[in-house]
């Protein structure tokens, strides 16, 4: 989708490569341009204490992504008719974990400020690269909700030495946003207690319920105003396998479609993340998976905004 214009009147800091830009969407971004979606890589993965690797997923899933067609049949939507830019890749400083999240909101928080952006998506990388996005997203405005949606609570308040690594994000985000916990089967005694304590509210994935009666549950905790924070070890690993931390017995991909098709609709989505892939030689289920998530979230998030095409 490359055009003539000439090169100074693009934007830098998008990429206008179609290897690296999601679906393969290079059309330039240029200066006062409405951008319905922007898109950031995140290759982070620095805390990451068992399957490593995660900082090479937002490549992998923007190359896959490649793979998809543009329109979607159910929703009726075309992603090529709208303005979906993918930003060059986050530049990751040898700094501190506290020092890196901060620098995440920083860029998240100027794109924001030089464009008129629809939804910001963030493609991590480890889950505590979501801190940086709910903060940005977050700061200026009130009654944000934050769905988070993992097999792990996330709660601790310090996990291997810091309290900026991907065992301690829904802490860290808890202490400035109300946050609800979905799709959660493993959880220490002492992050109970202090969702308890908080009042932070945990829909664990509990097979005795239905799809119908989890989504209901889960959402109706939730502010009009919502960021999605998806690990996708919230899937079953037969789905998903390859990420950082994976756990047996997860949510289904009808569910998960469900509950994004119904938060979308009942809610307005201001941003997400999507994290923790381990990107698998030989395998590109899981990269293929994340990239059909993404194109999912846009299409519904167009759908609900009635957003008319420009391309």
């Given amino acids: 989708m490359e055009t003539d214009l000439p090169k100074h009147n693009k934007v830098t800091g998008f990429s206008y490569d179609q290897d690296k830009c999601?679906?393969?969407?290079?059309?330039?971004?240029v200066k006062d341009q409405v951008l319905d979606c922007v898109l950031i890589p995140v290759p982070y993965d620095e805390t990451m204490s068992f399957q490593t690797g995660s900082k090479?997923?937002?490549?992998?899933?923007?190359?896959?992504?490649?793979?998809?067609?543009?329109?979607d049949?159910?929703?009726?939507?075309d992603l090529s008719s709208y303005v979906i830019a993918t930003c060059n890749a986050?530049?990751?400083?040898?700094?501190?974990?506290?020092?890196?999240i901060s620098g995440i909101e920083t860029v998240v928080s100027r794109i924001l400020q030089d464009h008129e952006v629809g939804l910001v998506g963030l493609i991590g990388g480890e889950h505590s690269i979501s801190v940086g996005g709910a903060r940005a997203l977050t700061k200026n405005k009130e009654e944000v909700s934050v769905l988070y949606l993992d097999a792990h609570a996330d709660l601790r308040d310090e996990y291997l030495g810091t309290k900026w690594g991907h065992a301690s994000g829904a802490r860290r985000i808890s202490?400035?946003?109300?946050?609800?916990?979905?799709?959660?089967?493993?959880?220490?005694?002492?992050e109970i207690k202090f969702a308890e304590e908080k009042g932070i509210s945990i829909s664990f994935w509990d097979r005795k319920k239905t799809s119908n009666e989890f989504i209901e549950q889960l959402l109706d905790n939730l502010n009009r105003d919502v960021y999605l924070s998806l690990d996708l070890d919230v899937l079953d690993p037969h789905l998903v396998g390859n990420v950082g931390n994976p756990e047996p017995g997860g949510m289904d991909w009808v569910t998960l479609m469900d509950l994004l098709d119904v938060l979308i609709a009942q809610h307005n989505l201001l941003g997400f993340d999507i994290c923790e892939l381990v990107p698998s030689p030989g395998s590109e289920l899981g990269s293929y998976a994340a990239a059909?998530?993404?194109?999912?979230?846009i299409s519904r998030y167009i759908l609900s905004k009635n957003i008319r095409p420009t391309q």
């Fill in 56 to 71: 090479e997923s937002p490549a992998a899933i923007l190359r896959s992504s490649y793979q998809l067609e543009d329109y």
């Fill in 22 to 29: 999601f679906l393969g969407l290079s059309g330039p971004v």
């Fill in 73 to 77: 049949w159910e929703s009726g939507i």
């Fill in 175 to 190: 202490e400035f946003a109300q946050i609800t916990l979905g799709g959660v089967r493993t959880i220490s005694q002492d």
């Fill in 292 to 297: 059909k998530i993404i194109h999912r979230i």
């Fill in 90 to 100: 986050v530049a990751i400083p040898a700094e501190s974990p506290k020092k890196v």
